[in-house]
Nanobody
Framework: QVELVESGGGLVQTGGSLRLSCVVPESISRINAMGWFRQALGREREFVAAISWSGRRQYYADSVKGRFTISRDDAKKMVYLQMNSVKPEDTAVYYC?????????????????WGQGTQVTVSS
């Protein structure tokens, strides 16, 4: 299975910053949006952010709005999640995901290609 590849996770202090990266293989076709999800221990995977195919539209969960920024670099085949002013509740495994074909919506079920995840732990 061809998967997205996330990196950039680690241990950070409350209030600090972290940037997650996602490599998007060219073999994953007909992508219409890219997104980030996260899953904390004992909780279900939840939507964090998404960016449209054109990059002009961005969507954020209320819990991260104003603190996180999703972006893309088509030339480098990368998608990023800039995390600022992190909080302990941001601790989770973060997943990069691709929405493909005719899928719409920002729920987990709308994204068909996923990475293995990268752990983000916020101390304090």
């Amino acid at each position: 299975q061809v998967e997205l590849v996330e990196s950039g996770g680690g241990l950070v202090q409350t209030g600090g910053s972290l940037r997650l990266s996602c490599v998007v293989p060219e073999s994953i076709s007909r992508i219409n949006a890219m997104g980030w999800f996260r899953q904390a221990l004992g909780r279900e995977r939840e939507f964090v952010a998404a960016i449209s195919w054109s990059g002009r539209r961005q969507y954020y969960a209320d819990s991260v709005k104003g603190r996180f920024t999703i972006s893309r670099d088509d030339a480098k085949k990368m998608v990023y999640l800039q995390m600022n002013s992190v909080k302990p509740e941001d601790t989770a495994v973060y997943y990069c995901a691709a929405r493909r074909g005719y899928e719409l919506g920002l729920a987990e079920m709308n994204f068909s290609s996923w990475g293995q995840g990268t752990q983000v732990t916020v101390s304090s």
